[in-house]
């Protein structure tokens, strides 16, 4: 089942993704910041971080969002 429209256009599952990897890669740059690595190995694996949890999350919500979807019911009855 694809996602329907006016599921895809809502705004707030996509900040809830950003927010949750934006939150991961400051732990993570916060852990080797403390740990002594170098500047330039701190960012490359914040924003790996970022990223990797960005797209597993992703990836989580728009199959929880193309499960629950109900506008497809609607269109059927």
């Not at 599921?7 to 080797?32: D, E, M, N, Q």
């Amino acid at each position: 089942m694809r996602l329907c429209s006016e599921c895809h256009r809502k705004l707030w599952p996509y900040t809830i993704v950003v927010l949750v990897a934006g939150f991961s890669a400051f732990l993570t740059w916060l852990s080797f910041s403390a740990s002594g690595a170098t500047a330039v190995t701190v960012r490359w694996v914040s924003a790996g971080a970022f990223f990797g949890v960005g797209a597993l999350v992703l990836g989580y919500m728009l199959c929880c969002l193309r499960r629950h979807c109900r506008h497809h019911d609607h269109t059927h009855a």
